[in-house]
T-cell receptor, first 111, second 116 residues
Framework: KNEVEQSPQNLTAQEGEFITINCSYS?????LHWLQQHPGGGIVSLFM???GKKKHGRLIATINIQEKHSSLHITASHPRDSAVYIC?????????????FGKGTHLIIQP | EAQVTQNPRYLITVTGKKLTVTCSQN?????MSWYRQDPGLGLRQIYY???????DKGDVPEGYKVSRKEKRNFPLILESPSPNQTSLYFC???????????????FGNGTRLTVT
């Protein structure tokens, strides 16, 4: 079974700190998603990427295909960034096998 | 407003009583999918659909049924719910299976199901 590992599981930081969340996957993928789950439970898609780097506001996502690793960075973190961040890998293969999800990183930003 | 609508948000039921969780999207998406989320296990795919009348099993399909008679709707059916199906359920849709390169996943707000 293809796996997706996230680290850390839990992260508490002070407002303004630079945040890094890591995601590793076991074999080749065709795409990787970063998702944000708000405390109320809703999930929104932040990024989809298959190579390189994407930036949206204070959020940056990178992927290194050779190292099978992706990172999500948050610059100038704010309490409203507190959420669970989930990476999900779409594994290559015949047909649409769907996404494999990491277990999530629970981020708390303290004022 | 573009959205995925799930109903109900909360549901408490008893073992064996058939139930349906509805999911509807207004974005004309081809791909729709159901997930369950459990503490310590993360999101797991139950069933997905590439288009009308095309459905396939995900990682944890046992005890669930789905149908895709219309593009916008993808209901999740529990014919005989059991307590191990107590979970938080999400429906999602997207334009472009299976690569999602240019198409984000749009999630519903979730349905918290308790089976006693």
């Amino acid at each position: 079974k293809n796996e997706v590992e996230q680290s850390p599981q839990n992260l508490t930081a002070q407002e303004g700190e630079f945040i890094t969340i890591n995601c590793s996957y076991s074999v080749g993928i065709s795409a990787l998603h970063w998702l944000q789950q708000h405390p109320g439970g809703g999930i929104v898609s932040l990024f989809m990427l298959s190579s390189g780097k994407k930036k949206h506001g204070r959020l940056i996502a990178t992927i290194n295909i050779q190292e099978k690793h992706s990172s999500l960075h948050i610059t100038a973190s704010h309490p409203r960034d507190s959420a669970v961040y989930i990476c999900a890998a779409l594994y290559s293969g015949g047909g649409a096998d769907g996404l494999t999800f990491g277990k999530g990183t629970h981020l708390i930003i303290q004022p | 407003e573009a959205q995925v609508t799930q109903n109900p948000r909360y549901l408490i039921t008893v073992t064996g009583k058939k139930l349906t969780v509805t999911c509807s999207q207004n974005m004309n998406h081809e791909y729709m999918s159901w997930y369950r989320q459990d503490p310590g296990l993360g999101l797991r795919q139950i069933y997905y659909s590439m288009n009308v009348e095309v459905t396939d099993k995900g990682d944890v399909p046992e005890g669930y049924k789905v149908s895709r008679k219309e593009k916008r709707n993808f209901p999740l059916i529990l014919e005989s719910p059991s307590p191990n199906q107590t979970s938080l359920y999400f429906c999602a849709s997207s334009w472009d299976p299976p690569t999602f390169y240019n198409s984000p996943l749009h999630f519903g707000n979730g349905t918290r199901l308790t089976v006693t």
